[in-house]
């Protein structure tokens, strides 16, 4: 069975401060700590819940932070229950996938396009090696798109249940940035899509009242280290696991047709984008309003998405890996099925062919 690179998890009195992960020779290491936090009650519920998650997996594994692994393929001693350890993960990434089906029915997908984002997140295998291992991405990406129930609250009628929906979104939020401090990311870019609801629905009363992160890592040089752009031509992979004895080995690497078809649904998107925008300029409407309202939500989620998560390994000077980028790939495989639905809509598609043909 495959080892982790799971190096330690300090227990105590109170709740653990820090999870320390490593890369073959490379450490990184995840500050867990809550001490200094402006956050609220749910927050400091969710944050506590994650620690005491974490922590309640190592201690039923057996696992007291005091193994050291010094390559690939170690053993765990006989005390380490690798199950219990390797469960967290493995349950986040499964639960990814059902997750990825209700943020495109959020986001006004039908429901092919929902079936086909979850078979999507289903079959990437570098999300599947990831969630094999006990490393937090798989966790964070499920913290992710579950904070995105707040789709749900802006969709559901003005009633007192859809504040359910609201507190699920901020405790998965809290969630996020308590696993890996990069997931402020997606905080920042759920406030502001709530700040813009938020201005929207005073606009809408003002009228009616007239006729409302850090992640911390060695700085010496790894083999397996790559760059930002690497990760979008997939032209790099981590070895995960050696056989001691045999060239047996788990990489992780994405699936090449998925990975391929997600950056050229980027492409698409912000082409159609810039088709819609020149023409809306001119006072030409080539889809209804309710279709481009749909098509801007799909590109301030999933493009959004991508780009904080992204974006902000160019500003860090430590070594990166291929798993960093999988957050921000996971919001772009939910752009690929949203894109197909709307270029595949027999109305939509005759409209632009005519106004192709009208710019001719």
Known sequence: MPNS?????????????????????????????????????????????VTAATSSSAYLGGFDGNFMWNRRGAEYPGSVCVWALRLLPALCGALCVPLA?????????LQYAALGAALLVLMENSLIVQSRFMLLESVLISFQLLSFCYWRFHNTPNRGSRYLWLIVAAVSCAGAVEVKYVGVSTYLLLLGIASVH????????????????????????????????????MTTNIVYWLHPSTNAQILLIGNVVSWGMANVSLAAYQLLAFWYLLRRRRSIRDIPEDAWCQFQQVGVVCVGGWLVNFL????????LFLYHYLPAYTFLLQLLPAVLEHTHSPAQWDVSVAGWVCLR
């Open 5 to 49: 690179f799971l190096k330690g998890c300090r227990i105590g009195s109170g709740p653990p401060s820090s999870l320390s992960l490593a890369d073959g020779t490379t450490t990184s290491t995840v500050t867990m700590a809550t001490n200094n936090k402006p956050i609220t009650t749910a927050s400091a519920n969710a944050t506590s819940a």
């Open 312 to 319: 902000p390994f160019f500003l860090m000077e430590t070594n």
């Open 198 to 233: 938020t201005w929207q629905l005073i606009g809408q009363q003002a009228v009616s009242h007239r006729k409302m992160l850090t992640v911390k890592q060695e700085e010496s040089e790894h083999k397996h280290s790559s760059s930002p752009l690497e990760w979008i031509s």
């Open 101 to 109: 089906y209700l943020l495109q029915v959020e986001l006004g997908g």
